[in-house]
């Protein structure tokens, strides 16, 4: 079975830094797109960054010049880079892959368990 595990959250002052990582493991063929959502209280879950197998990366224009993604392929492992972060950037951060496990003919959308950012003075 395939996982995600997301590290790295925590409690920041306004203009600091914080940098997410999520690790795939499992049986894995192959992981195609990659990406990071965020989800604040009373909102819907919304995008924050992706990046392709290849390295194309999509950012919201929310955190565009502030927030980095990066991933490393041979670690199965995604990257969020957070830098001036603001209030508004609280929110339980969750990581999300497309992964295609050993075995099978089809990759499936998976999630994982979300780490909390808290962005306060």
């Known amino acids: 079975q395939v996982q995600l595990v997301e590290s790295g959250g925590g409690l920041v002052q306004p203009g600091g830094s914080l940098r997410l990582s999520c690790a795939a493991s499992?049986?894995?063929?192959?992981?195609?797109?990659m990406g990071w959502y965020r989800q604040a209280p009373g909102k819907q879950r919304e995008l924050v960054a992706t990046i392709t197998s290849g390295g194309r990366t999509n950012y919201a224009d929310s955190v565009k010049g502030r927030f980095t993604i990066s991933r490393d392929n041979a670690l199965n492992t995604v990257y969020l880079e957070m830098n001036s972060l603001k209030p508004e950037d609280t929110a339980v951060y969750y990581c999300?892959?497309?992964?295609?496990?050993?075995?099978?003919?089809?990759?499936?959308?998976?999630w994982g368990q979300g780490t909390q950012v808290t962005v306060s003075s």
């Open positions: 999300n892959a497309d992964v295609q496990p050993a075995m099978s003919w089809t990759s499936y959308d998976t």
């Open positions: 499992g049986s894995i063929l192959r992981i195609n797109a």
